[in-house]
């Protein structure tokens, strides 16, 4: 008795002919150079930022003075002139339980003398 071979594709076995024979992707290329990690990427960020920071403000500046009121927005927005002072915290008040306001009804009506007897 002869054995056939049975292909498999994604784990599971196939059909004859229903599985084509596939070739491996091409690599990608290495990494540009100067291409911070991923893991590393904010701290880039934030360095390129930093580099370019006094043209960035010059050029805000400028179109600040040209009337764009949106460089103006962005300007204020990055100086923190336009930032709100922090609001106090409103502490709501909750209403009274109802052993509360039956203590003072109780109360009341001991006031007014109009407590039953039993």
């Given at each position: 008795m002869v054995k056939k071979e049975r292909k498999r594709d994604?784990?599971?076995y196939a059909r004859e002919?229903?599985?084509e024979e596939k070739t491996k992707p091409e690599q990608a290329g290495p990494a540009a150079v100067g291409?911070?990690?991923?893991k590393n990427c904010r701290a880039f960020a934030r360095k390129r930022m930093a580099e370019e920071m006094?043209?960035?403000v010059s050029a805000l500046i400028e179109g600040t003075k040209?009337?764009?009121v949106p460089h103006a927005k962005v300007l204020l927005?990055?100086?923190g002139v336009t930032k709100d002072p922090p609001k106090p915290k409103v502490v709501k008040?909750?209403?009274k339980t109802l052993a509360g306001r039956l203590l003072e009804e109780i109360a009341e009506m001991k006031k007014q003398g109009l407590e039953d007897r039993d």
């Open positions: 994604n784990g599971r002919g229903s599985v291409a911070p990690r991923a006094p043209g960035i040209g009337g764009s927005e990055l100086t008040r909750r209403g």
